[in-house]
């Protein structure tokens, strides 16, 4: 009896350390869903699927989701905490790009208007640039488009590549106002892809890269040089503040720090 005992105890004793194995491998290693719910997500973007946004029922939670599967670093790296601050600096940038409000002065701080948009109003230029292996078809307008506003044929054909559509994407740009879920790929697609000579995105708010190279030290501001270095490296820019304005909002109600080096005021 005292074997069999001790045989159970021993199963049992195992069972709780892998269980403990297991739990302690998922902390900081589980998908964005678990950062954040699709209550949360309405939270965050009050009026997005709303009439005051010319988007309406464009942007979904799960389309959100669906598309995160498909890049599987993202907000899986890291700790808790970089998980979720890599969270809020997606939704920040991406609220920024596509944000909105009516005419009048809105009742709610700027800073609640993100996903507003899904293609850029009044573009000034075709953002056509030529090039053999992407070319531009006729008549197409490589405008930005989707929770990145994904702009120019380069980027539209290279994203096109890794879902096997670059013939689509550069024939039809706006399949990425139709698709949600593309739209939502091609901005994580941009996200954790390097964008030489500078890193991607995801590997600054991860802490994978030192500051070497061409960019700003590590922090949110080297991302919004990423994205949009014209902001950046010309004194204080209202639109790196409001970039800076919805990170930080999302970060507050993730219960997480915003990290160092939020800005790209000042020259390298």
């Known amino acids: 009896m005292r074997f069999g005992a001790l045989a159970i105890s021993s199963l049992f004793l195992s069972h709780v350390l892998l269980c403990s194995c297991l739990s302690t491998s998922r902390k900081g290693g589980g998908g964005v869903g678990d950062i954040i719910s699709k209550a949360m997500f309405k939270k965050m973007l009050p009026h997005a699927n709303t009439a005051d946004c010319k988007a309406n ?3 979904t939670y799960e389309a959100f989701i669906a598309a995160a599967k498909s890049y ?3 907000a899986r790296t890291g ?10 600096a997606f939704l920040g940038q991406t609220s920024f790009q596509t944000a909105g409000a009516p005419e009048d002065p ?11 948009y899904n293609k850029e109003v009044n573009p000034p230029t075709d953002y056509c640039e030529q090039n053999r292996r992407y070319p531009c078809a006729a008549g197409r307008n490589y405008c930005g488009r989707g929770p990145m506003q994904l702009s120019g044929n380069v980027n539209y054909g290279k994203f096109g590549e890794t879902i096997g559509r670059k013939k689509d994407l550069l024939q039809n740009p706006d399949l990425l106002t139709k698709n949600v879920t593309m739209a939502f790929e091609a901005a994580f697609w941009f996200w ?3 964008q030489p000579p500078k890193p991607s995105c995801h590997d600054v708010i991860v802490g994978k890269w030192n500051g070497d190279g061409d960019g700003y030290p590590p922090g949110y501001g080297e991302i919004t040089n990423i994205i949009d270095h014209g902001e950046c490296g010309i004194g204080a820019d ?6 800076v304005g919805y990170y930080q909002r ?12 939020l800005y790209c005021y000042g020259p390298f």
């Open 57 to 59: 029922g464009f942007y």
């Open 72 to 74: 599987p670093a993202f």
């Open 79 to 88: 700790s808790d905490e970089i998980r979720k601050r890599e969270v809020a």
């Open 106 to 116: 809105p009742a709610d701080p700027s800073y609640f208007w993100g996903y507003c």
């Open 192 to 194: 954790m892809t390097p």
């Open 238 to 243: 209202i639109r790196v503040r409001d970039r």
């Open 250 to 261: 999302y970060c507050d109600m993730l219960g997480v720090g915003p990290g160092d080096n």
